[in-house]
């Protein structure tokens, strides 16, 4: 078994065709062949299986696949980690934002890209279980993401970047504008944007804490840019965390509804794979959102 006949594998389980696999590869289809038959022998198993579909995986090739990945990703990053600590350049970082760390996101970028210049960054927005998937298999090299349980035992590593009030959004004009605590909103409707728990727990939360029964008109909705698009233009609220209203990174139609009580915090973590030390490209961003983060905590008075 080596790296290249797993390269392989995992883009013919990908594209589920030996053909796409090959031009990926940039090889003829006979060598893509070659190299999947090469790792059956190896493994003593039959991987993959031609259907009416393409190429479909075996439960040995699934079994397989899910380690082969976790291992090209370790390779990479050893590759890139090396060539990091020689000349503090090259490589790549991939990581998933929840819109809470967005108040300290720019800041630390920019030092980032100060110290390493030449290190590739791309981002994406958190969406469990997808992006804890992507975490796991090593193809997010870390997540900063919005909690709002005690501890949690997911198997990752994390560390508190800051805690945050969450405060609920509304539309410019909503008929509860004025409303002063959560009992006058509990027959509105309500939208979660951006929550990875299950979206009745947050409210249930907020709610029992003020000894109310939580709302019975509740819609998920894991994504932050449809749930601002309906509260915008809807009489449905919402719960953000109240530096998003503090930095106007909300939309100008949102306002906070001003609550004469405060609701619970959430905290914004960085959660990395346990098992798996972050790369120096990794471990300097980390450093640099909380650098960031300091920078742009009040003084305390």
């Known amino acids: 078994m080596n790296l290249r006949q797993l390269r392989a594998f995992v883009l013919i389980a990908e594209h589920g065709s030996i053909r796409a696999a090959a031009r990926a590869l940039f090889v003829t289809q006979p060598a893509a062949t070659r190299s999947l038959r090469e790792l059956e022998q ?13 190429v479909e995986l075996t439960p040995y090739g699934d079994a397989l696949y899910k380690r082969a990945v976790v291992i090209l990703q370790e390779a990479r990053r050893a590759q890139e980690e090396i060539g990091q600590m020689r000349d503090g350049e090259g490589g790549s970082l991939n990581l998933a934002i929840s819109s809470a760390a967005l108040t300290v996101l720019p800041a630390a970028l920019a030092a980032f890209r100060a110290r390493m210049p030449r290190v590739s960054v791309a981002f994406n ?4 279980p997808f992006s804890h998937e992507q975490l796991e298999s090593g193809r997010y ?53 951006g929550n990875i728990q299950a979206p ?11 000894q109310l029964p939580a709302p019975r008109d509740v819609i998920p909705c894991q994504s932050i840019a449809v749930a601002l698009a309906i509260i915008a233009d809807s009489d449905a609220l919402g ?31 960085i959660l990395t794979r346990a098992d798996s030390p972050p790369t120096p490209a990794a471990r300097c961003f980390i450093d640099c959102l909380h650098e960031a983060h300091a920078q742009h905590r009040p003084p305390r008075r």
């Open 239 to 269: 719960i953000f965390v109240r530096n998003l209203f503090d930095h106007r990174l909300l939309p100008r139609d949102v306002r906070m509804v001003p609550l004469l009580h405060e609701l619970p915090a959430a905290r914004v973590s």
């Open 42 to 54: 190896s493994v003593g198993a039959e991987l993959v299986r031609r259907s009416a579909r393409g």
């Open 125 to 128: 927005e958190v969406a469990p």
């Open 141 to 193: 090299d870390f997540l900063v993401q919005t909690e709002y349980d005690g501890d949690i035992d997911d198997g990752f590593a994390r560390t508190t970047l800051f805690t945050l009030p969450l405060a609920v959004g509304a539309r410019a004009g909503h008929p509860l504008r004025h409303a002063r605590t959560l009992a006058d909103l509990h027959e509105a409707l309500w939208l979660l944007p």
């Open 200 to 210: 009745a727990n947050l409210l249930r939360l907020a709610f029992t804490t003020q």
